[in-house]
C-alpha cells in the first residue's frame, strides 16, 4: 500500500502534553478503508485496510510502541515513591490526582538496566477493566498511524524472556517501531498474582 | 441551661435559618422576574414576618423591631436591583444582631458552640466528635479484649466461657453499628453549602460590575461534616476566583456575543466513595501568556510546571499587581488545594482561552484519618501510626546490642527486640544503624523497637490501601499522600512485630536504587 498515509499527524515534541496528544480527534484510533494496488501485471487488487494509532516513545535508544485505547495519559515524573518487597519491575508509585498509581519501569520489563530519573522521563498511564498502572519510559515522541498488516513478527533469534511483551515491529519513515501488548504488561503486573502470605501473618 | 435559655438558643438559631432562607430567596428574587420574582420576595418576607413575631414571643425587642422594619421594606420593594442589594445588608444586619445575641448567651450559659442541623435534634458538633473519638477507642479495647477471650476460652468447654465469647462477640458487632450511625449522623448534604457560594456569586459579581447566576445541581449528595468545611473553603475561592478573573464585564460579553449575565455551574456527582465537583464558568477562561508574564515578574521559575494554568495553584501567585478584600494575594487558591489534599482530594484546574474555566475538586465522602509518625530511613520517609508507638529514644552504638544476630535495647529494665527499619524495608543489610532513634512500639501487649534515622514530625495522614501495587507488601499497612503531593508509606506495626528482628542472617537483597 501507499505509505503516505503513515504519519498524517505532524510529530509532537517530546514535551507534548498528554491532553495534546490524547485529545479528542487522537481517540479515533482505529478505522478502516479499502485500498487499490496495481500489480505488476496490471491487475487491480483490493485489500481491507486497518490504520491504528499508537503512541511511541524512547527506551534505551530504541523506538517502542503502545496503542493509544490503552494509554489513558502521560504524566511527568514528579517523586517515585520505593515500595519494599515488590518484584524488581515495579519502581515504585507516585500521587496521580489524589491516588497512589503504580509505577512499573519498562526498562527493567525488557531486561534493560534501570537509569536515574531525569527531565524527559515520562509516566505512560495505561488502563484495563478499571485498573490503572505507570509505564516508566525514557521520552515520550509522538503518535503513530499504522498500517496494522504491516507489523512483522519480531526475529525469532532476537526473542528472549523479556520479549513476552513484544507484539512485533514496523518501519515507520525509517525508523524501526517495537510494539508492546498493552494487556500482557498489565496482566503480569496484577497485583493480585503476587501477593502471597497477608503482611501481618509473619515469617 | 435553664428552661427558657433552651428556648431562647431555639429561637435563636430558628431566626438565623430563616435569615439564610430570606438571603437565599432574595437572590433567587434577583435572578428572575415577573411572578416568579415576586414569589420569591414574598416567601422572604414571610420567613422575617415570622422572626418578627418569634423575637416578641422571647421578648427580644430589638430583634423583633429590626425585623419589622425590614419587612416594611420588603413590601415597598421596587424592580431595581439597587434595592434588593441594600435588602440583603439589612438581612446581614438582623443577622449579625441574632448572632451577638447567640454570643452573649454562650458566654452566661459557658455552653458549646450550637451547630445546625437540618432537622431533628440540633447536636453540638464537638459532641459527635467526641462521639467518634469514644467509639473508635471501644473498638480498640475490643479488639484487645478479642485476644484475651480467645486465648482464656482455648481447650476450655466451660459454658460460662461459652457465654463470655458469645456475649463479647454480639457487643463487637452492636459496636461497629454505632460506629456506623455515629458516623452516619455527621454527613449532611452539600447543599448546604450552596447558599453561601450563591452569596459569594452575588456579592463579588456585584463589587465587579459584573453579573452572574449561579446554577447548582447534585446538592443531595451526603459528606462528612468536618470535610464540608474544607469544601466550603475550596469552593468559595473557586467561586470568587470565576467571578474575579473568568467572567467579563457587560461590555467585553456583549462584544465577544456571550449573554450578558455569566453563569457559574457547579455539578456534584457521587463516585462511589468520592464526591466529584465540577464548576464551570462561561467566562474568559485563562490566558496563559498572562500568567507566564505574571510568573517573571514575581520571579517565580515557569518551567516547572507542565502547564502554566498550574502557576494559579502556586503559593504567592497572583496576575494582580494589587491585593484587595477579596483575591490578589496569591494564597488563596494554593492554600485551597493544599487542604483538600490533606483531607485525600484533590483539585485541579483545565481552561479554555475565551470558552470559560473549569475547576474539578475531587473528595472522599469520609474520612479514615490517623495521627502518624513520620521517620526518616536511608534516605526515604514512613508513617507509623500514634496508637502503635510507647515511646521514642534517641540513641547511640553504646546503647543498641546485638545478641545472637538480633538488636536489642535496654528499655525501662527490660530487653526489647529491635528492628531496623531500613532493614525491613530492603533499604540497608547487615546491621543496624549506628545511631538515631529506636521507636518503642507496643503490639498485643509486646514491645518491639524500631531503629530509624531521624523523627520527621506527627502528622494526621489519610490512610489510602496499596491495592493495585505489586508485591508482598509486607510490614506496609497502606500509602498516604502528604500536602505536598509526595507519596508516603504507612508501616504496619503489627506486620513488622512479627518479623525477624535478625539482621546478619538473611540479608534482604535490594534491586535497584
Request: hydrophobic residues 40%; glycine residues 8%.
Amino acid at each position: 500500500m501507499s505509505t503516505d498515509i503513515i504519519n498524517v499527524q505532524p510529530p509532537l515534541p517530546p514535551s507534548a502534553l498528554a491532553e495534546d496528544i490524547l485529545g479528542p480527534g487522537a481517540k479515533s484510533d482505529i478505522y478502516t478503508f479499502t485500498d487499490s494496488l496495481q500489480t505488476a501485471g496490471g491487475e487491480v487488487v483490493q485489500r481491507r485496510v486497518r490504520i491504528e494509532t499508537w503512541v511511541t516513545f524512547a527506551l534505551g535508544g530504541e523506538t517502542f510502541g503502545l496503542p493509544v485505547t490503552h494509554v489513558v495519559e502521560i504524566l511527568r515524573v514528579s517523586g517515585i515513591t520505593r515500595v519494599p518487597h515488590a518484584p524488581p519491575t515495579v519502581r515504585g508509585m507516585t500521587n496521580m490526582r489524589g491516588k497512589v498509581l503504580p509505577v512499573v519501569d519498562l526498562r527493567v520489563c525488557l531486561g534493560l538496566p534501570p537509569v536515574e530519573l531525569d527531565a524527559q522521563r515520562r509516566i505512560l498511564v495505561i488502563a484495563s477493566r478499571g485498573r490503572h498502572i505507570g509505564l516508566l519510559v525514557d521520552a515520550v515522541q509522538q503518535v503513530e498511524r499504522i498500517d496494522r498488516d504491516s507489523v512483522q513478527p519480531p526475529p525469532p533469534d532476537v526473542m528472549t524472556s523479556e520479549s513476552e511483551y513484544i507484539i512485533g515491529v514496523i518501519q515507520v519513515s525509517a525508523r524501526l517501531v517495537i510494539l508492546l501488548d498493552a494487556d500482557r504488561v498489565l496482566s503480569i503486573h496484577s497485583a493480585a498474582g503476587d501477593r502471597g502470605a497477608v503482611s501481618s501473618e509473619g515469617e | 441551661m435553664t428552661e427558657f435559655d433552651a428556648f431562647l438558643t431555639d429561637f435563636l438559631l430558628d431566626a438565623q435559618e430563616r435569615c439564610d432562607r430570606a438571603e437565599e430567596l432574595f437572590l433567587e428574587a434577583g435572578a428572575c422576574d415577573g411572578p416568579a420574582r415576586d414569589d420569591a420576595i414574598d416567601a422572604a418576607r414571610r420567613e422575617i414576618h415570622t422572626i418578627k413575631g418569634n423575637a416578641g414571643m422571647v421578648g427580644m425587642r430589638e430583634v423583633q423591631t429590626a425585623a419589622h422594619r425590614l419587612e416594611d421594606k420588603i413590601a415597598a420593594l421596587d424592580a431595581g436591583a439597587e434595592a434588593l442589594r441594600t435588602i440583603l445588608s439589612d438581612v446581614d444586619e438582623l443577622r449579625a444582631m441574632l448572632r451577638l445575641n447567640i454570643d452573649i448567651g454562650q458566654e452566661s450559659t459557658n455552653g458549646p458552640r450550637i451547630a445546625q442541623t437540618l432537622r431533628g435534634v440540633r447536636v453540638p458538633f464537638e459532641s459527635l466528635d467526641e462521639l467518634v473519638d469514644l467509639a473508635a477507642e471501644m473498638v480498640v479495647f475490643r479488639n484487645r479484649l478479642d485476644d484475651a477471650v480467645v486465648r482464656a476460652r482455648d481447650g476450655s468447654q466451660s459454658d460460662d466461657w461459652q457465654r463470655v465469647f458469645e456475649a463479647h462477640e454480639a457487643l463487637g458487632k452492636t459496636l461497629s453499628f454505632v460506629q456506623d450511625r455515629i458516623m452516619a449522623i455527621r454527613m449532611v448534604p452539600l447543599r448546604t453549602l450552596f447558599g453561601q457560594l450563591r452569596r459569594i456569586v452575588h456579592d463579588e459579581a456585584e463589587s465587579a460590575g459584573k453579573e452572574a447566576r449561579f446554577v447548582a445541581i447534585g446538592g443531595d449528595t451526603p459528606v462528612d461534616k468536618s470535610l464540608l468545611e474544607c469544601a466550603s473553603e475550596a469552593l468559595g475561592h473557586i467561586v470568587r476566583n470565576a467571578i474575579i478573573h473568568g467572567i467579563e464585564t457587560p461590555d467585553s460579553r456583549r462584544a465577544a456575543g456571550k449573554r450578558i449575565e455569566g453563569l457559574v455551574h457547579l455539578r456534584a456527582v457521587q463516585h462511589s466513595d468520592e464526591v466529584w465537583i465540577e464548576v464551570s464558568d462561561d467566562g474568559a477562561g485563562v490566558d496563559r501568556d498572562l500568567l507566564l508574564r505574571a510568573a517573571e515578574s514575581r520571579g517565580i521559575d515557569a518551567s516547572a510546571f507542565e502547564d502554566p494554568l498550574q502557576l494559579i495553584f502556586h503559593h504567592g501567585f497572583s496576575t494582580r499587581s494589587d491585593a484587595d478584600l477579596s483575591s490578589g494575594r496569591g494564597v488563596g487558591l494554593s492554600a485551597a488545594q493544599e487542604s483538600v489534599r490533606r483531607i485525600g482530594g484533590e483539585l485541579d484546574v483545565s481552561a479554555d482561552t475565551g470558552r470559560g474555566t473549569l475547576f474539578r475538586l475531587r473528595l472522599p465522602l469520609s474520612v479514615s484519618v490517623t495521627r502518624a509518625l513520620l521517620m526518616r530511613v536511608d534516605g526515604e520517609e514512613y508513617a507509623l501510626p500514634l496508637s502503635a508507638i510507647a515511646e521514642s529514644v534517641r540513641f547511640s552504638e553504646s546503647e543498641a546490642h546485638v545478641i545472637n544476630g538480633s538488636g536489642v535495647l535496654t528499655w525501662r529494665d527490660r530487653v526489647v527486640p529491635v528492628l531496623d527499619l531500613g532493614v525491613a524495608m530492603g533499604s540497608r543489610c547487615g546491621s543496624i544503624r549506628p545511631s538515631g532513634y529506636i521507636v518503642v512500639m507496643e503490639v498485643d501487649s509486646k514491645n518491639r523497637g524500631v531503629a530509624v534515622d531521624d523523627l520527621t514530625g506527627i502528622r494526621e495522614i489519610v490512610v489510602k490501601q496499596l491495592g493495585d501495587v505489586p508485591g508482598t507488601h509486607r510490614g506496609i499497612a497502606g500509602a498516604t499522600i502528604l500536602g505536598d503531593g509526595r507519596v508516603l508509606l504507612i508501616v504496619d506495626p503489627k506486620g513488622l512485630a512479627s518479623m525477624s528482628p535478625r539482621v546478619v542472617a538473611k540479608p534482604l537483597v535490594q534491586e535497584f536504587v
